[in-house]
């Protein structure tokens, strides 16, 4: 495995013990279209936690048209898995930021068994490690629905959905204002090769966390504010 950044080990030095030991991370998982995004802003706002989407971040290399951006495009675009070393090096780089010191709320990584242990190297040189793994469950069919119906913020990633969950103004974000857009992504033929790719590759991640005692399966085809009511009982059980 690789050494940590100078930077991220510059910032775990900053970090006083008391901070070390309040941290706390949770990881997000569920197919495509679960309700990953909308949960995580939720539960994010209401624990005080950093909300980390790795597709947010990646999308915003994309819109800065970063050397990171450029990689990942033609497996966004198919729908593929952006290769897991670059995927954790831009994770790492996020989670090292101070803003984190307190935990995070890390929604769509990790996404394979090799990001997951990562994420465990990391989060250990943190002095901290994943608390509680939540899993939002919902069957293939219904997430065709929620993704060709989504709309997705152009600013900071909120997502709607045209008859679940609709805007007060059709294509305008109520949160922050800016415009609302389809992603290429979400079409349908692309939508199918993703579900393909989660139950290949993502979901043998339910097994890893649940032999960790650290998976909770949530039912994501309840409306909105049930999941956000069962996630929090969830975690403050945990
Ligand atoms: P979804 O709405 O399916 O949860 P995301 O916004 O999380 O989609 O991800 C969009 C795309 O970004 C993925 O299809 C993949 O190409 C890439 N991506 C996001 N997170 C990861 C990850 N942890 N590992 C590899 N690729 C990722
Ligand atoms: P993910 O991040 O897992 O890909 P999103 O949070 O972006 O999923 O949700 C996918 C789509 O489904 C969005 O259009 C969202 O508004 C909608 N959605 C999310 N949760 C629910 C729900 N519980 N019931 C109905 N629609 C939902």
Same mark, same amino acid.
Request: charged residues 30%; glycine residues 8%; proline residues 5%.
């Given at each position: 495995s690789s050494k940590p950044s100078s930077k991220f080990t510059a910032t775990t030095k900053a970090l006083s013990k008391a901070d070390k030991e309040m941290a706390k991370f949770y990881v997000l998982i569920g197919p495509p279209g679960a309700g990953k995004g909308t949960q995580a802003k939720i539960i994010a706002d209401k624990y005080g936690l950093v #909300?980390?989407?790795?597709?947010?971040?990646?999308?915003?290399?994309?819109?800065?048209?970063?050397?990171?951006?450029?990689?990942?495009?033609?497996?966004?675009?198919?729908?593929?898995?952006?290769?897991?070393?670059?995927?954790?090096?831009?994770?790492?780089?996020?989670?090292?930021?101070?803003?984190?010191?307190?935990? =995070?709320?890390?929604?769509?990584?990790?996404?394979?068994? =090799?990001?997951?242990?990562a994420l465990a190297v990391m989060l250990k040189e943190f002095d901290s490690k994943v608390e509680l793994v939540p899993l939002i469950d919902v069957p293939a069919q219904?997430?065709?629905?929620?993704?060709?119906?989504?709309?997705?913020?152009? =600013?900071?990633? #909120?997502?709607?959905?045209?008859?679940?969950?609709?805007?007060?103004?059709?294509?305008?974000?109520? !949160?922050?204002?800016?415009?609302?857009?389809?992603?290429?992504?979400?079409?349908?033929?692309?939508?199918?090769?993703? !579900?393909?790719?989660y139950t290949q590759q993502t979901a043998p991640l339910i097994e890893y966390y649940q032999s960790r005692n650290l998976l909770v399966t949530v039912d994501g085809t309840k409306p909105i504010d049930e999941v956000s009511a069962d996630l929090q009982a969830a975690i403050e059980k945990a």
């Open positions: #909300h980390i989407s790795s597709g947010d971040l990646f999308r915003e290399n994309l819109k800065n048209e970063t050397e990171l951006g450029k990689l990942a495009q033609g497996f966004m675009a198919r729908g593929e898995l952006v290769p897991d070393d670059v995927t954790i090096g831009m994770v790492r780089d996020r989670i090292s930021r101070p803003d984190c010191k307190n935990g =995070a709320l890390l929604d769509g990584f990790p996404r394979t068994p =090799a990001q997951a242990d219904v997430l065709i629905d929620r993704l060709s119906g989504r709309w997705s913020c152009r =600013a900071q990633g #909120h997502v709607f959905h045209e008859k679940f969950n609709p805007p007060q103004v059709a294509g305008i974000c109520d !949160i922050d204002g800016s415009e609302l857009y389809q992603r290429e992504d979400d079409q349908r033929s692309t939508v199918e090769n993703r !579900i393909k790719v």
